[in-house]
């Protein structure tokens, strides 16, 4: 019988598989068949259902917390199903601090490596000692280094070489004993007494006062990357807009933010159906219901166009749409 999946994934479009396959412990992915299509899934908060799903959809939902005190760290190994938010809750209860920054982010343990999340200063690549995946072609547990992970920003080998290869089971931390906080993002500068819990507290403060909780109003965070500019053309956009906020990536290029291009552009509180471009950060399209993926998918190209027009920037969207039986990526068609 068909099940849906609205439940499934935080942006809440109405949509439908024929499985939901819930894996509660390791072995069970031994047995699992995974002819495609299969999608694996954590807490879906950076996953968009546009329509009804044809295949099998794997929940990860492993549990389990493993802590090794080392000479200067402590090892963390987490099971793939743990809530992120509440691992670092635990870390800072235990007084293991480092992962502060990264408080509030939603999802799973098992899908932090796949985007290399990242918010404050802080990207998750910093912690990983290793990455244990499941490999569906040799059914054998294989381990990665942080290294062999190829984490980049929003990204990594398991949206490259290992996608649909590979189902993340553990993922392995090591954080120092001797803590070094991350203050370079404003409002973390502004703290009197820098402590694990005031740098958690303030990066929850911050979330809260721009980014809707999606059990409250249905949105996936950040819908596109920040893109990542040649100098030459940071350089004639700053003659026109001198505000532009920009971070330096490399030698050649900058990022930028893509809310402030969003707004810049006028697209705040732009609506199609109920798919809306979010007004307190406009990096964030939220669902307030009665919509379809093909609105969103109207309202992501609209978005694209209006920015390359007016700053010959492509936005690429952070946010994995699945379309039918496959992940689709909307790419803009450059006008003639
Ligand atoms: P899902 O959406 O279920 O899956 C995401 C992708 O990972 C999918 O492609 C899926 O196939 C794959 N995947 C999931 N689990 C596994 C596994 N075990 N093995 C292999 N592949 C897997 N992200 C940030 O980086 N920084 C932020 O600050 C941030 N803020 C957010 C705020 C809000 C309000 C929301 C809704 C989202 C935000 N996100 C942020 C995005 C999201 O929280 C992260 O991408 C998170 O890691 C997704 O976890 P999930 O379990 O919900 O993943
Ligand atoms: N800005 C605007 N208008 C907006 C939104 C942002 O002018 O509507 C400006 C802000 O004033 C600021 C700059 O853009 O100068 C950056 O904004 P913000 O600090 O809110 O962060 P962001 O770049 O929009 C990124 C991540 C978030 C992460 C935060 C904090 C991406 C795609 N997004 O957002 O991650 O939480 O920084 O580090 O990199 C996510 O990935 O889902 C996500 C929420």
Same mark, same amino acid.
Not at 85 to 90: K, M, R, S
Not at 125 to 133: D, R
Not at 188 to 202: I, K
Not at 260 to 289: F, M, P
């Given at each position: ?50 329509? =009804? ?19 200067? =760290? ?9 809530? !992120? ?25 098992? %899908?932090?490596? &796949? ?30 280094? %942080? ?26 931390? %090591?954080?120092?004993?001797? !803590? ?22 303030? &990066? ?35 003659? &026109? ?44 399209? &939220? ?7 093909? =609105? ?11 920015? !390359? ?15 039918? =039986? ?11």
């Amino acid at each position: 019988m068909a099940q849906s999946l609205q439940p499934f994934h935080t942006f809440s479009l109405p949509s439908q598989c024929p499985q939901i396959s819930v894996i509660t412990d390791n072995r069970q992915l031994q047995q699992q068949s995974f002819s495609l299509p299969f999608c694996i899934l954590g807490e879906g908060s950076n996953t968009v259902f546009l329509n =009804d799903y044809q295949g099998v959809v794997i929940k990860m939902a492993t549990t389990g917390i493993t802590v090794t005190q080392r000479v200067h =760290d402590y090892l963390l190994e987490i099971a793939a199903g743990e809530n !992120w938010h509440q691992l670092v809750a635990y870390t800072l209860k235990q007084g293991m601090p480092g992962l502060e920054n990264l408080a509030l982010i939603p999802g799973t343990v098992g %899908a932090a490596p &796949v985007q290399n999340i990242g918010a404050y200063g802080v990207e998750l690549a910093k912690f990983v000692e290793y990455v244990e995946y499941f490999d569906i072609a040799s059914k054998q547990f294989i381990r990665l280094s %942080a290294e062999q992970c190829e984490f980049g920003y929003r990204d990594s080998i398991f949206k490259h070489g290992l996608k649909n290869k590979a189902v993340i089971t553990k993922v392995a931390f %090591a954080l120092p004993q001797l !803590w070094q906080p991350e203050l370079s993002y404003g409002p973390l500068q502004q703290l009197e007494q820098v402590t694990p819990q005031a740098v958690f507290e303030q &990066v929850i403060k911050t979330r809260n006062s721009k980014l809707p909780d999606p059990y409250v109003l249905a949105n996936a965070g950040s819908f596109f990357k920040n893109p990542i500019i040649a100098n030459a053309l940071l350089n004639e956009l700053l003659l &026109v807009y001198p505000q532009l906020p920009h971070y330096y990536y490399d030698g050649e290029h900058h990022k930028v933010a893509a809310g402030w291009l969003i707004e810049q552009a006028g697209l705040k509180g732009h609506r199609i159906a109920g798919i809306e471009v979010h007004q307190q950060q406009a990096l964030v399209l &939220v669902n307030h219901g009665n919509s379809r993926g093909s =609105d969103l998918v109207t309202m992501v190209k609209y978005i694209q166009q209006q920015v !390359w027009q007016r700053y010959q920037i492509k936005l690429q969207h952070e946010v994995r749409l699945i379309n039918g =039986d496959a992940e689709y990526l909307i790419n803009l068609e450059e006008p003639a």
